[in-house]
């Protein structure tokens, strides 16, 4: 059983997710979360990994830099999931968890990533490009803010009345059922990231069935 970490600053809804894929999963489950970090006291993240039993740290933004990485080692995580996490994760922790550690963008990359593009800034720029097409991005984290090897991306449409939070809501709904499809992929080693920088092997079947034809829509998931 891989051992996972969930970093979030925010309100965990992708946490949210993925610990209730997992548990749908029950024993066939390859991984379970098993600490969840926040640099927010009051971070609703930590109150749900309490309430799954979850180890819940804080970590405050004083904290010294190996800080995150003495908490990685003393709960022998395998791999390490950011989830709206606001924090930059420390050079040394992105290298040894190279390949191990993914990342969650509410746009396509590597149009509207980079250095300050998050949360609701993300959609602004969405919408005052006026691209018709925007979604959510899972990728391996490498130095570079929002460029490591994309792993999976599903499209979200962009309408004309959308507001910056509309549109957040729509690709937050892909978001929950993206994220946890690529966790559990890569707990299980089905998707790599290899020497040569690429990301290698495939989500399963199911998903790119369900992201490209939908039940009811191209590219909105059910409700
Ligand atoms: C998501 O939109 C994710 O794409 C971004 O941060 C947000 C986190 O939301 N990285 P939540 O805390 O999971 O609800």
């Known amino acids: 059983m891989r051992r996972i970490a969930v970093l979030a600053s925010g309100g965990g809804s992708n946490l949210q997710a993925i610990l209730d894929h997992l548990a749908a999963l029950g024993a066939a489950a390859p991984a379970a979360v098993t600490l969840v970090v926040s640099d927010r006291a009051d971070g609703y993240a930590l109150e749900r990994a309490r309430a799954r039993g979850v180890v819940a ?33 420390p050079e040394p922790v992105v290298r040894r968890w190279s390949g191990r550690m993914l990342n969650i963008h509410p746009a396509l990359l590597p149009a509207f990533g980079g250095h300050g593009m998050y949360g609701h800034r993300v959609h602004e720029a969405v919408l005052a490009a006026g691209v018709r097409l925007s979604g959510a991005t899972v990728h391996f984290v490498n130095e570079q803010f929002d460029r490591g090897a994309i792993v999976a991306q599903w499209p979200v449409p962009v309408r004309p009345d959308d507001t910056v939070e509309t549109l957040a809501q729509r690709v937050l709904a892909v978001e929950h059922r993206l994220y946890p499809w690529c966790v559990e992929a890569v707990a299980r080693g089905d998707v790599r990231l ?30």
Do not use: K
């Not at 970590?59 to 010294?64: K, N």
């Open 194 to 223: 290899d020497d040569d920088g690429h990301v290698h092997g495939s989500l399963p079947y199911a998903f790119p069935r369900f992201a490209v034809e939908g039940p009811r829509h191209p590219f909105v998931p059910d409700e």
């Open 57 to 89: 740290a804080h970590l405050p933004r004083s904290a010294p830099d190996d800080a995150l990485e003495r908490l990685l080692d003393e709960h022998r995580c395998d791999l390490v999931v950011l989830a709206g996490y606001l924090r930059l994760v």
